[in-house]
């Protein structure tokens, strides 16, 4: 009777908001908890060799990644492999929780890399992680989700730098989830922030002289346009398809289209579902998609074959209900390619409306349907456009200019 009565105390208290909160965090710290036990019963081997353990000696620098797979933080992960490599002449290491597609593209430019699945939530004290972090020089972690490994390596990992991609919605669920964030900012030597947007939200957390503008730098791979069969203008969206980036606007757009300007474009669908999308938006947008003729959905692929895909793209559209700095926007710039993007993106900060791109309102499908409408109408404005989009790749997204910003970072944290 006494655990009966505890158990409805406790059922009573979820009423309270806090209450409420409080116990969603301690459930997710349970979970992690047994998922841990898990891994650590079913690995016999380590990723930590002898080899390995050496290898922050030669390397200097360790990269963090919260995944391997083929999406913004990641890829701009990469492009900062890249930049650091031409700086210093080594290829820092990539460390990551979980494997990837991505993975594949560091191991060919020769970069080494380490799949660790309790890099983020050792359970216990680790000495071969900590002494393999403990060796290199500078520590950069991509991503907000990495908090787990600047909690768990502060104080073990040299000159801890933070580089954040994400935006209110993350940080607010992240704020949520890890009561230690104040703690895990104060941890780090230097805070970067891939976008504007990031930095109001990073000032709750940081005092202003430990941000930094870090705008990603992208490899220029611009082949020329070509032209789609049919002769019609293509529209694409890339991405995971999942709510935030938008998919079901950029159909409820379409679907707007008078029938005359929707027959006289393709509208791509360009990505696969999210891998922890729960939700079936995935099935929701394919669903919807079939029963619009002029609608591909097409699954992701490398980025060498995405390169043709963007090639006969005459417009890039990005309907992110918030995204810090899209790199497939950025590449739509490089390409030539009008961007036509949500004004809660990044690179609407830095795109002039009907000058270097077009911007809709975030999340109106009404805007979006009168951008697409009015270049259907208008298609010698393609080129005006896409020319001025191009300067600004130009202007903010050179990899000289980023590996140029990354070179003064490192020099002020010194």
Same mark, same amino acid.
């Given at each position: 009777?006494? *655990?009966?009565?505890?158990?409805?105390?406790?059922?009573?208290?979820?009423k309270?908001?806090?209450?409420?909160?409080?116990?969603?965090?301690?459930?997710?710290?349970?979970?992690?908890?047994?998922?841990?036990?898990?891994?650590?019963?079913?690995?016999?081997?380590?990723?930590?060799?002898?080899?390995?353990?050496?290898?922050?000696?030669?390397? *200097?620098?360790l990269?963090?990644?919260?995944?391997?797979?083929?999406?913004?933080?990641?890829?701009? =992960?990469?492009?900062?492999?890249?930049?650091?490599?031409? !700086?210093?002449?080594?290829?820092?290491?990539?460390?990551?929780?979980? %494997?990837?597609?991505?993975?594949?593209?560091?191991?060919?430019?020769?970069?080494?890399?380490?799949? %660790?699945?309790?890099?983020?939530?050792?359970? $216990?004290?680790?000495?071969?992680?900590?002494?393999?972090?403990?060796?290199?020089?500078r520590?950069?972690?991509?991503?907000?989700?990495?908090?787990?490994?600047?909690?768990?390596?502060?104080?073990?990992?040299?000159?801890?730098?933070?580089?954040? @991609?994400?935006?209110?919605?993350?940080?607010?669920?992240?704020?949520?989830?890890? #009561?230690?964030?104040?703690?895990?900012?104060?941890?780090?030597?230097?805070?970067?922030?891939?976008?504007?947007?990031?930095?109001?939200?990073?000032?709750?957390?940081?005092?202003?002289?430990?941000?930094?503008?870090?705008?990603?730098?992208?490899? %220029?791979?611009?082949?020329?346009? #070509?032209? @789609?069969?049919?002769?019609?203008m293509v529209?694409?969206?890339?991405?995971?398809?999942?709510? @935030? *980036?938008?998919?079901?606007?950029?159909?409820e757009?379409?679907?707007? !289209?008078?029938?005359?300007?929707?027959?006289k474009?393709?509208?791509?669908?360009?990505?696969? #579902?999210?891998?922890? %999308?729960?939700?079936?938006?995935?099935?929701?947008?394919?669903?919807?998609?079939? +029963?619009i003729?002029?609608?591909?959905?097409?699954?992701?692929m490398?980025?060498?074959?995405?390169?043709?895909?963007?090639?006969?793209? $005459?417009?890039?559209?990005?309907?992110?209900? @918030?995204?810090?700095?899209?790199?497939?926007v950025?590449?739509?710039?490089?390409?030539?390619?009008?961007?036509?993007? =949500?004004?809660?993106?990044?690179?609407?900060?830095?795109?002039?409306?009907?000058?270097?791109?077009?911007?809709?309102?975030?999340?109106?499908?009404?805007?979006?349907?009168?951008?697409?409408?009015? +270049?259907?109408?208008?298609p010698?404005?393609?080129?005006i456009?896409?020319?001025?989009?191009?300067?600004?790749?130009?202007?903010?997204?050179?990899?000289?200019?980023?590996? $140029? $910003?990354v070179?003064?970072l490192?020099?002020?944290?010194?």
């Open positions: 009777m006494t *655990k009966i009565l505890k158990l409805v105390w406790i059922m009573w208290s979820l309270n908001h806090e209450n409420r909160r409080k116990f969603a965090f301690m459930f997710r710290e349970y979970w992690d908890y047994i998922t841990q036990q898990q891994l650590l019963s079913k690995s016999s081997d380590t990723p930590y060799k002898i080899e390995t353990l050496h290898l922050g000696i030669n390397h *200097k620098i990269l963090v990644v919260h995944q391997f797979s083929r999406t913004g933080a990641p890829s701009a =992960s990469l492009y900062l492999a890249r930049a650091i490599f031409s !700086l210093h002449g080594v290829r820092p290491v990539i460390i990551s929780p979980i %494997d990837g597609p991505i993975r594949e593209e560091f191991e060919g430019e020769g970069f080494l890399t380490i799949v %660790d699945p309790l890099l983020f939530s050792y359970p $216990n004290y680790s000495s071969e992680a900590c002494d393999f972090v403990a060796k290199f020089e520590v950069i972690v991509s991503s907000l989700v990495s908090f787990g490994f600047i909690r768990y390596f502060r104080g073990i990992g040299k000159r801890l730098t933070w580089w954040i @991609h994400e935006t209110d919605v993350l940080f607010s669920g992240i704020a949520n989830t890890a #009561r230690d964030i104040p703690l895990l900012f104060a941890a780090c030597e230097s805070i970067w922030l891939c976008s504007p947007l990031c930095f109001p939200l990073a000032l709750q957390y940081a005092s202003e002289d430990k941000l930094h503008l870090l705008l990603y730098g992208c490899t %220029d791979t611009a082949i020329p346009h #070509r032209p @789609h069969p049919s002769g019609k529209f694409s969206i890339v991405g995971s398809v999942q709510a @935030h *980036k938008g998919q079901d606007v950029f159909l757009a379409i679907e707007r !289209l008078p029938e005359e300007l929707r027959c474009a393709i509208f791509r669908i360009i990505g696969s #579902r999210f891998p922890s %999308d729960k939700s079936g938006f995935y099935e929701k947008v394919c669903a919807r998609a079939i +029963l003729p002029e609608v591909e959905c097409i699954e992701s490398p980025p060498s074959r995405l390169q043709e895909f963007y090639a006969e793209t $005459n417009v890039l559209v990005s309907a992110s209900r @918030h995204d810090s700095m899209p790199i497939v950025t590449e739509g710039l490089m390409f030539s390619k009008v961007c036509l993007c =949500s004004s809660a993106i990044g690179q609407a900060t830095l795109l002039e409306d009907r000058k270097d791109g077009l911007i809709f309102t975030n999340e109106s499908a009404v805007e979006l349907s009168e951008k697409m409408a009015w +270049l259907l109408q208008n010698a404005e393609l080129a456009l896409g020319v001025a989009g191009r300067s600004l790749y130009e202007k903010y997204f050179l990899m000289s200019s980023f590996a $140029n $910003n070179k003064n490192m020099l002020d944290c010194r």
